[in-house]
């Protein structure tokens, strides 16, 4: 059965009877002037359609007799055409979906009347994300006078516990974009030379994901020196200098399942004796933490793993005295692991949550360190299974004398 079909299915399966569901993959959104922002499908859209073009709405219908899945897209117009292109056709839309029923828009409110008074329908369940200020459903209960008067009730959890346990196609899709993103790390790590510019380095990442078809799954960081110890640090426009750290948070995507790895290496090829010390303690913290992962533990679990590591081995080398948490806090002060999937912080797993097999996370253990102008994290992404895990990133280079070795060889 086709992915979609599935998952709509098991969706169905778990709302009120007399229901319709109604999705959107939303509209572009304009940059200036006649340029929009590149479109991307809402996720939990495309994760039940496959579909990744605007303007395209998923309808789901449930009865004790009843059960519809319809998708309506755009009617072709062939003078838009002309300018930007075709939209999906009906075929194509029924092929990626694996939805029978394709319908034009045009045809929506007709179907949406049809059916409330067709089948009774009495609850519209619509996606609405809250917090995340993303209200597609309620603009689409704004736009259908109909639906005002069922009730309303919100999908978005539903759909994001689904997400958070990968299926073997999802992990397929992982897996090449983890490919693909190892490829641009070792083009990177090719060409890079002390007094290149962070933006030069990226570059040869980008090239790499151009020449593979393939979009970057979030903003690349290359952040050299002091400014690795700035989390979210992206302009990447300095100059790396010789004995610098230069690290690197990146990834690519596949089917828009992204990867998300961090990796720091020296810019000259050699760790100092100060850099290769804290390097060693974040990827040590990273080992145990990896060790750890099974069904029922949760990402709280690995933080607190990641924390004790820290404060062992931060006060042997006399970084902190006492070993407490707040120091510890000095110089690491994020979460070690999140979920991965349709996005890179995907949807589903709180951070007490028991995780279970086919889970995807990250292990990302850093230390910052900015009066050294030291910045260290090391990610990898991390397949939870039935009695441990597997590390889906294995293959990127992160041990120290393998580094080393690269760039004596490269």
Not at 15 to 39: H, Q, R, W
Not at 199 to 227: C, H, N, P, V, W
Not at 251 to 258: D, I, L, N, S, V
Request: contains cysteine; hydrophobic residues 35%.
């Amino acid at each position: 059965m086709n992915f979609h079909v599935e998952k709509c299915n098991v969706l169905l399966e778990q709302i009120l009877d007399k229901s319709m569901v109604l999705l959107t993959s939303g509209k572009p959104i304009k940059c200036s002037a006649d340029e929009n922002y590149p479109f991307c499908s809402n996720r939990n859209f495309y994760y039940l359609t496959g579909i990744n073009d605007p303007n395209v709405v998923l309808m789901l219908i449930k009865t004790k007799s009843t059960l519809k899945k319809i998708v309506f897209i755009e009617k072709p117009d062939s003078f838009m055409e002309k300018w930007v292109g075709k939209t999906i056709s009906k075929d194509e839309a029924k092929s990626v979906s694996g939805i029978e029923q394709i319908e034009y828009l045009d045809n929506l409110n007709r179907l949406i009347n049809h059916n409330i008074d067709e089948l009774n329908i009495k609850n519209i369940y619509i996606d609405d994300e809250g917090d995340k200020l993303i209200h597609f459903g309620k603009d689409l209960i704004r736009e259908y006078s109909a639906l005002e008067k069922l009730n309303e009730h919100n999908i978005y959890d539903m759909i994001a516990r689904l997400r958070s346990i990968k299926e073997q196609e999802e992990i397929n899709a992982i897996k090449v974009a983890i490919q693909t993103t190892n490829a641009g790390i070792i083009n990177m790590l090719e060409n890079f030379k002390p007094m290149m510019n962070e933006s030069e380095i990226e570059a040869y990442f980008d090239y790499t994901l151009k020449s593979k078809k393939k979009d970057r799954a979030f903003t690349t960081i290359a952040a050299g020196g002091q400014r690795g110890t700035t989390l979210h640090y992206i302009a990447n426009d300095q100059i790396v200098i010789d004995n610098e750290l230069i690290l690197f948070d990146l990834g690519a995507a596949e089917k828009h399942y992204c990867a998300d790895i961090s990796r720091t290496f020296p810019i000259n090829g050699k760790f100092t004796k100060r850099q290769r010390e804290i390097y060693e303690i974040v990827l040590l913290a990273q080992k145990n933490v990896i060790a750890a992962i099974k069904p029922g533990l949760t990402t709280n679990d690995l933080q607190n793993i990641t924390v004790e590591t820290y404060q062992k081995e931060l006060k042997k080398i006399g970084l902190i005295k006492n070993g407490t948490i707040e120091e510890v806090q000095k110089y690491y002060f994020h979460g070690v692991s999140h979920s991965l999937g349709l996005d890179t912080h995907d949807v589903g797993l709180k951070r007490s949550d028991a995780l279970v097999a086919g889970c995807v996370i990250t292990v990302e253990p850093g230390l910052y360190i900015q009066d050294e102008g030291i910045g260290i994290r090391i990610e990898d992404d991390v397949l939870v299974t039935k009695d441990g895990c597997e590390v889906l990133s294995k293959d990127i280079i992160k041990e120290i004398d393998d580094i080393e070795r690269f760039f004596i060889k490269r």
